[in-house]
């Protein structure tokens, strides 16, 4: 049964139709691994039965795991925080609908840092989740626990959420592809809120076939949100053609000025020449505002944050501390509910929006989010997708950025323009490190333009072989 280890979700999915691998055999292969392997800390909770499922897809009967901040109907769903600990979800997300529909089999949610707050999965609850490369390192956040369990092949695909970079960032600490889609192209009916601006659900796959097929499934307008856009349902698998002749790949300078990691910016470098090699044509692009991006991600997202985490108040959800009236309630429940990374951001939103700071932070960072996504519709008259690094550094070692926000916060520096402009962008994996780290790639395309980001990286994938390599583990 090892063999499993080296099949892809469609693979896998093929082998159940063709009757050579029953539903539950795959699903106990998984779980047994997934048991193996806990000292990864990937998982928060699995489930001895998949959760009932009876449709039909392309990626029917394959196990899937879920980030712990997408409602799964009757299951318990914590954001990895003590203040939702014991909250069991009363609906299922429109995606896990989806899912179910497709015939998939939920194993159980995966660990994250705290509402997704963070850029390593240290901020969580249960504790940090491991990169399977090197143990002592992070696997990136928030959506570590579901690339790490990806990458180690707990699970042969996984879903997360990114906010700022939480799919495309633990995927290129991790070495596998993960995909964040055009704002709206996925409902958010159902994940629980950090950004509501920002948020968009993706897969966590290791190749960019089971990210296609993925996609398929969770895509397409949703009444629940009113942010779902009305347009046509894709057939991503069409995209899944190796030729690129005549694409225009335009490289940022900013991206690769100072603070880059030289091994990095050489194995983007080589992805470029790659691409070049089968018929692109690559063009140097500017993307002026950069600099700011971070700064006002930081306004914009945790104003956003500080507004939806006030739900959470020891009356409707989850935890309640003893307490003598109301305002005590919400002030012992907040305070021991909430891990230190989520009370900062708190701070820092509720700060941003009071009155008298309103204009001069919030209304100023929404004014500088506009520029930023001009930029991106003037580079976009000239090339058709963007290539960058994903990461200004390979996964850094646990507790390296903990006491650090600041720094942390720049890891985010390359992901975060594409959550404030909206567009979609894919992360995957185009080396190592001496260390034997993964190296991610970042391609970014116009909005509602996720084909061309699946048929270039599928090319890529076609010609080189980073997405095979999996990390010795148990
Ligand atoms: N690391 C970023 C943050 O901490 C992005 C998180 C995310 O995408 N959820 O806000």
Redesign the pocket.
Known sequence: MDNLLNLTGIQIAEDIKNGKLSETKAYSFFKERIKKNTNLNAFVETYDVPVEAGGNSSLKGVPIAIKDNICIKGKRITCASKILSSHISAYDATVIKRLKDAGLKIIGTTNM?EF????STENSCYGPAKNPWDIQRVPG???GGSAAAVAARLIPFALG???????R?PASFCGIVGFKPSYGRVSRYGLIA??SS??QIGPLTTNFVDCAHLLNIICGFDEHDSTSAPIEKKDFSKSLVEDIKGLKVGMPRQYFAKGIDEEIKSAILEVGRILKEKGATIIDIDLPHTEYAVAT??II?SSEASSNLQRFDGIKYGLREPASGLLDVYKKTRGVGFGD?SKR?IFLGTYSLSSGYYDAYYVRALKVRKLIKKDFDEAFKKVDVILTPTSPTPAFKMGEKSTDPLS??L??IY??SV?LAGLPAVSFPCGSTKNNLPIGAQLIAKDFDEETLIRAGYSYQCVTDYHKRIPDLK
Not at 116 to 119: C, K, P
């Open positions: 840092d997704a707050f963070g850029s956040g928030s959506s959420s990114d906010t700022g970079g939480s799919i960032q950090f950004g920002l948020d991600y930081y997202g990374e951001r942390m916060y890891s985010d992901t975060i959550n």
